[in-house]
């Protein structure tokens, strides 16, 4: 019921921001405002279709919100109706990611080879392209501090990213960050239509307004320039999504923008017990920039107090959160209310493992059961072939990773291969290699001579995590950057994976256990829908959820805040915003597990504790020391 101007609600963790959206349209509607006049933006479809059935709810005479949805819906309708004003006639053509993949696959092809076969993967290159546009840098100022693998290209970045500009409009294609630009473009160049859409977006409302990229409020500034009325709902203590553009800054700054603002914090917590509150709270007060703000619990009784859980390694952390989940369920709770929780996917491994080997079902939503992960495959392959030099899959893995191999090509290989008596030296043999695609023969010879020095490795007694490493250093990191989209994160999965078969030895009691342990999560996951399952994710990924009981993975230095963090205090801040999110997703139960040593990043060092848990202190935590041997 704010009056109008501009308004910021601070909505703290579990306050019911969506409620507060959905009562203040239906006020504005109840009071006589035309639906057409209300801009309600959101940051996914599923927000905007729980608005609006809330709304159809709360009316006596239910009226749908005609300009409601995400910036990218908003945006392609202004641009269909406005886009001819500039250069964009009819309906263009949005194109996918997919769609823009090979669009820019279809550029690179005009390029040298050498330059073709040393660049990274496509997808690496649209991630840059993304984020330049919507943070409105330039791309190769970019490069040093998110794409490495792209800084040999500097220099040919922004004549690449012209020319896929100008493919587009050769082809009147459009893609998601069109959708934006344009829109900005309209209302930056057209006075007329600035002036016409100030006017028909009388009150403009934000959810998640955290979220917003630099795009994004420029586009909103703009529209709400002559009348103020922006009403922005947020948390900046949630703000966990800068990789993707979004500008904690447009947040802490409204009011400056905005003198005239009104501020109402929302910080009734309608989920989590009184000591989960307690601890969120001190956590977030070591952030320099902040707006003030205090959860407090809607229930003011009980709770237990959340739990730091000290263990001798990342192995006794699995065994202690498998085993607590398994005696839970055989209490009688629903897996479905237990979450794991992670900083980084690869620290998930572990836990992965010993969940199925107890059969507790369980789903990563953090993307791709670890053996289902395309690198993890690649290393198998490999590793495979030393057991079974004729496996024609693993063959055929590796060999249509080489540019020029297709399908025809490896079976022809294959086939050729059967006839030789060893068919890693067979790959390098010229009678072979004459039958092969020319640009593809000297990579075909590498990957012999890569299988023969593997070998050669494994009968001398090399582990089956020393052989991993041997396939990464013998070639595959290249193959790893060349053909894998953020090869960073795969090459940490690929040395915790090392790391953890460093005592193994029996390769063919190991691949024997692999399809094991496949089989037992299929085991475990059939016959069970998304309540039966434990729920593992990175914590990005888990925002907005909630489940009775959270374990927290790996709070060490390095792993959580992140080594990568540490250098910069604004990464280090949104490090701390994230350990925020991740302990509000508990209702009841919060568990901090701190293993004392780590296999996860392929070193199997000492870990020091993260800093987190000495800025909060020990009174708001009760500790418990675990070992997996007492099982």
Not at 212 to 220: A, V
Not at 510 to 526: K, M, P, R, V
Request: glycine share 6%; aromatic share 10%.
């Amino acid at each position: 019921m704010a009056p109008d101007g501009p308004s910021l609600v601070l909505a703290g963790a579990g306050s019911g921001k969506t409620r507060v959206l959905t009562h203040r349209v239906a006020y504005l509607l109840e009071k006589g405002v035309p639906s057409h006049r209300i801009l309600v933006l959101t940051f996914t479809k599923k927000a905007s279709r729980v608005m609006q059935t809330r709304l159809a709810d709360l009316l006596s005479t239910p009226q749908a919100l005609i300009w409601s949805g995400t910036f990218h819906h908003v945006g392609y309708r202004l641009i269909r109706e406005f886009g001819v004003r500039i250069g964009i006639s009819g309906a263009p053509t949005v194109i996918d990611r997919e769609d823009q993949i090979d669009l820019l696959k279809s550029l690179l092809d005009q390029f040298p080879e050498a330059t073709r076969k040393a660049f990274p993967p496509t997808a690496t290159f649209l991630n840059a392209i993304s984020l330049s546009n919507n943070l409105g840098s330039e791309i190769g100022d970019l490069v040093y501090d998110r794409f490495h693998s792209l800084i040999p290209f500097r220099d040919e970045l922004p004549m690449l990213m012209k020319t896929y500009e100008d493919r587009k409009r050769e082809f009147r294609f459009l893609d998601f960050d069109d959708l934006l630009l344009f829109w900005l473009r309209l209302l930056e160049t057209d006075p007329e239509v600035l002036s016409l859409l100030q006017n028909r977006f009388r009150f403009i409302l934000v959810d998640e307004y955290q979220d917003t990229n630099p795009l994004q409020s420029r586009i909103l500034d703009l529209l709400a320039k002559s009348h103020g009325s922006l009403f922005v709902v947020g948390d900046d203590s949630q703000s966990i999504y800068s990789f993707r553009g979004a500008h904690v800054e447009n947040i802490l700054t409204f009011s400056d923008r905005y003198p005239e603002t009104r501020i109402f914090r929302l910080e009734t917590n309608y989920r989590s017990t009184p000591p989960i509150l307690d601890l969120a709270n001190r956590i977030i007060q070591s952030n320099e920039r902040r707006l003030d703000k205090t959860l407090r619990p809607f229930f003011t009784e009980g709770g237990e107090v959340p739990v730091r859980v000290n263990l001798y390694s990342d192995s006794d952390q699995a065994h202690f959160i498998a085993s607590t989940i398994g005696n839970m369920i055989d209490r009688g709770v629903s897996p479905g209310e237990i979450a794991v929780l992670y900083r980084s996917h690869f620290l998930s491994l572990p836990v992965q493992f010993e969940l199925a080997r107890r059969k507790i079902p369980f789903g990563v939503t953090s993307g791709l059961r670890f053996y289902e992960q395309a690198h993890i495959k690649d290393i198998l392959s490999h590793l495979r072939l030393l057991e079974n030099p004729q496996d024609p899959l693993s063959l055929n893995r590796l060999l249509r990773m080489i540019p020029k191999v297709g399908n025809r090509s490896s079976e022809k290989i294959i086939g050729l291969l059967r006839e030789t008596s060893d068919p890693f030296e067979g790959l390098q043999e010229e009678t072979l290699l004459g039958k092969s695609p020319a640009a593809a023969r000297d990579s075909i010879r590498k990957l012999g001579k890569r299988m023969v020095a593997l070998r050669k490795a494994y009968q001398d007694g090399m582990s089956i995590g020393g052989l991993v490493m041997e396939v990464l250093e013998s070639g595959y990191r290249k193959d790893l950057y060349d053909l894998r989209e953020n090869p960073e994160d795969r090459e940490d999965d690929l040395s915790a994976f090392a790391e953890q078969l460093s005592g193994q030895t029996d390769l063919a009691n190991f691949l024997g256990e692999i399809t094991l342990l496949e089989n037992l999560e299929e085991i475990a996951l059939s016959g069970t829908n998304d309540y039966e399952r434990v729920n593992l994710s990175t914590i990005h990924q888990a925002k907005g959820l909630e489940w009775n009981t959270v374990f927290v993975l790996s709070l060490n230095e390095g792993l959580f805040p992140s080594e990568r963090s540490l250098e910069r205090q604004g990464d280090l801040e949104e490090e701390r915003r994230l350990f925020y999110v991740a302990t509000t997703r508990a209702r009841r139960d919060l568990y901090l597990c701190v293993p004392e040593s780590s296999t996860s990043r392929g070193r199997g060092e000492f870990l020091y504790p993260s800093r987190f848990l000495s800025e909060i202190g020990e009174e708001f935590v009760r500790e418990q020391r675990y070992e997996a041997w007492h099982l």
